[in-house]
């Protein structure tokens, strides 16, 4: 354990953040709301972002007036085809698709010995990850799965603190939606947000950037004792 005030970890979400999937998120999402013809535009898939498969596509059905449309049985099936649409567009990527800074701030880290960990609504975390080729620059990923209660919740970053062995005041999480910010807060952590100021100051957020350029381990470091309590 490092000595006190000393930064232990930083916890980071994935898209938004690391990479942007985004983009295949909104068009797998989009492609399955239209066979069950609910259009909808890039203005509502904001409300999508950094929550669940369950969640979001209970908000597509909702946005229909199809909620209570579909079997249990048939909402499963319709989250699973969205996931094999979306990951078979993970294809795609490769390490050029990482956010400026990130590898860097992570090389960072890493000779420093502070662990990096992911905190992501994400199952397909390690695909993408490895697809990045930055799965080596990670000490661990939580597992959506293996905690009770997805973001605005606290549960993936307290579990990432955890598994590093990492107190949560002396950790930075870095997020991109209101959900995750408000999420980082309620773990202890002190929040980055990555995005507009408006909205993410509004979650909570101690310090936003407009992008990842400027996260490097010093103002990192900076931020930890700006904002200690």
Not at 17 to 38: F, P, Q
Not at 141 to 169: C, I, M, N, Q
Request: with cysteine; net charge negative.
């Amino acid at each position: 354990m490092k000595g006190n005030g000393a930064l232990q970890a930083v916890v980071f979400d994935l898209d938004g953040v690391i990479t942007d999937t985004a983009e295949y998120h909104y068009v797998a999402w989009k492609n399955l709301g239209e066979s069950l013809d609910i259009p909808f535009d890039r203005e509502f898939n904001e409300q999508l972002k950094g929550i669940s498969r369950g969640e979001s596509l209970a908000r597509i059905l909702r946005l229909g007036g199809k909620e209570d449309a579909f079997s249990a049985e048939e909402k499963e099936e319709f989250a699973q085809r969205k996931n094999e649409h979306y990951v078979s567009l993970l294809d795609s990527l490769t390490p050029e698709h990482t956010y400026p800074g990130i590898r860097e701030l992570l090389l960072e880290l890493q000779a420093a010995g502070i662990p990096a960990v992911i905190a992501s609504a994400s199952k397909n975390a390690p695909q993408i990850l490895k697809a990045l080729e930055l799965d080596s620059l990670f000490r661990y990923v939580v597992h959506p799965d293996s905690v009770p209660h997805g973001k605005p919740a606290p549960d993936l970053f307290l579990r990432g603190a955890e598994e590093v062995g990492a107190d949560v005041k002396a950790c930075i999480g870095i997020e991109d939606a209101q959900a995750g910010i408000e999420a980082i807060k309620s773990a202890g952590m002190i929040a980055v947000g990555i995005g507009e100021e408006a909205v993410l100051k509004g979650s909570g957020a101690d310090v936003v950037l407009k992008d990842t350029k400027q996260l490097t381990l010093s103002f990192l470091e900076r931020t930890l004792q700006e904002h200690s309590h």
